[in-house]
């Protein structure tokens, strides 16, 4: 295998790196709230690519590849445990909610179905995406227009990704729906 056909994998493993930044910027507190989005846009960033010169390079998969969506979902829960730890999220609601939702996600790998697993994971998920920008707007505006500024570049770039995670999503729900 050519190094270039490890670029893919080294840009989904960068998302571990991505959540292992942001938790390192707990003791910052919530002026760290700038540089956590900048690490979540990277995060995003490269979750959008490695995708792409995977197929491009026709790389065969990985054990990386087939984990990106786990990754993705460490980075959000570091995003989650930061947002929390630093008081921006009230522990009274954030703690609760992140072990609830680890619990349901794993409860949902006993049926072995990616899929399933995959739908509610990003449902319980979604709060904690959006939750870093939304409360930029209040503590780090910049970093919330970018925020902003991004989602709409890649819905302009990347519409059929778009649609392809919330089919993803649609396909398990209904199959979740279905036992």
């Known amino acids: 295998m050519s ?14 790196l991505v959540a ?3 938790l390192a910027l707990v ?15 990277l995060g995003w960033t490269t979750d959008m690519v490695d995708g792409r010169l995977a197929r491009r390079f026709e790389k065969g998969p990985s ?17 989650a445990v930061f947002l929390t730890a630093t008081g921006l999220v009230p522990a009274r609601v954030g703690i609760p909610y992140i072990c609830a939702a680890i619990l349901i996600s ?3 790998l006993r049926f072995r179905d990616f899929l399933k697993f995959k739908s509610v994971t990003m449902l319980l998920a979604f709060p904690w995406v959006f939750t870093p920008f939304v409360l930029a707007l209040f503590y780090a505006p910049v970093a919330a227009y970018a ?3 991004w989602m709409i ?3 302009v770039f990347d519409w059929r990704r778009f649609l392809g995670v919330v089919g993803d999503f ?3 729900a209904r199959a979740y729906l279905r036992r």
Request: charged share 15%; net charge negative; hydrophobic share 55%.
């Open 3 to 16: 190094k270039r056909e490890y670029i893919p994998d080294w840009l989904t493993a960068s998302r571990i």
């Open 20 to 22: 292992l930044g942001i």
């Open 27 to 41: 003791p910052f507190g919530p002026e760290a709230l700038d540089a956590v989005a900048g690490l979540l846009l």
């Open 63 to 79: 054990w990386l590849g087939e984990h990106d969506f786990q990754i993705d979902m460490l980075m959000v829960l570091a995003s």
């Open 106 to 108: 794993l409860y949902t």
């Open 147 to 149: 925020g902003l500024a």
């Open 153 to 155: 570049l890649a819905l």
């Open 170 to 172: 649609l396909s398990g």
